[in-house]
């Protein structure tokens, strides 16, 4: 993302002339009712500056970045705004090219990807890719999740920190020395390190993820096994690829999986208890941020 521009303002004053640096606008929110912006209420537009706190009651305001990023806070939330990211700390936001924080979970939608972050009871967030890719990771920089198009999962943040137990469900298969799985629920493909794992086979997993560790091609991380227990279910032949679609990793839920008579399951990642939230349509994404919904920033200038 763009970093913040700095101006340097000339002030003349009685013991002669000083250099002010002002700090210009991160971007410009836009609501059809009132905008909070720093806990003062402004109606329809407001200039949003790095770390401003916006709050919206009964009406959706949505704000676009300077970098192009794009974001769009539901009534009744509140988040903290960065030239980045947001800090989410109550209610729902979309996000379009852009990152948002959230109970200790980062999620990331870069480039024209665009994303549903919410806020539910008990400290679990719901997140919901829109449109392209999105990737969740959690506090220490892990990746644990990445969602599809038409994707939505509930996450719960429980034990920190990558070596915290993780559970994961899905077919292993031997890439050249190694053996990988891609978790069913997560999406994430894991290398497996000791346990007694049978290929083409689908099973559930457990042990710590290592940190810092250089997987082999084709997963994000490694995983040290210290269960195996197989769960049933047909796994199809042809390597990663297959079984990957195996998995249902293309659908919302998991549906493909359940098709296949396999039921869904609930990962935990790194201490992130991942469950399958029901799928969304991509068109809600494609509409998410309509001309007619997205301000304009020179309008705000």
């Known amino acids: 993302m763009g970093s913040r521009i700095v101006r340097v303002v000339l002030v003349c004053t009685t013991s002669g002339l000083a250099l002010v640096a002002a700090a210009t606008g991160i971007g410009v929110a836009m609501s059809q009712g009132n905008i909070i912006v720093n806990n003062s209420s402004t109606a329809g537009n407001a200039t949003i500056f790095d770390g401003a706190t916006l709050e919206t009651q009964s009406a959706t305001s949505s704000v676009r970045l300077n970098d192009g990023g794009q974001l769009r806070l539901s009534s009744d ?6 030239s980045d990211h947001i800090d989410l700390q109550k209610g729902s936001a979309d996000i379009v090219g ?26 679990v967030v719901e997140i919901a890719a829109l449109t392209g890719d999105v990737k969740v990771f959690n506090a220490a920089g892990l990746n644990i999740a990445n969602l599809l198009p038409g994707r939505a999962l509930d996450l719960r943040p429980q034990d920190a920190g990558a070596s915290a137990p993780s559970s994961l469900t899905g077919c292993a298969v031997k890439s050249g020395n190694n053996t ?8 994430v493909t894991v290398q497996l390190n000791g346990g007694t794992v049978r290929t083409g ?36 032949a042809g390597g990663a690829a297959a079984a990957g679609t195996a998995q249902g990793g293309g659908t919302a839920g998991g549906a493909a999986a359940a098709g296949s008579g396999i039921s869904t399951t609930t990962a935990v990642v790194a201490g992130i208890a991942i469950a399958a939230g029901v799928g969304v349509g991509a068109a809600a994404g494609a509409g998410a941020f309509s001309s007619g919904s997205a301000p304009n920033i020179s309008s705000g200038r």
């Open 77 to 82: 939330s509140k988040a903290k705004v960065y």
């Open 98 to 123: 852009y990152a948002a924080k959230a109970n200790g979970l980062s999620v990331r939608a870069e480039g024209k990807s665009s994303a549903s972050v919410s806020m539910r009871d008990q400290g």
């Open 180 to 187: 990988l799985m891609k978790d069913e629920t997560s999406n």
């Open 201 to 236: 086979r689908r099973v559930q997993v457990s042990g710590t993820m290592v940190p810092n560790a250089t997987p082999a091609a084709g997963a994000t991380q490694v995983l040290n096994v210290t269960g195996v227990k197989e769960v049933g279910g047909t796994c199809k």
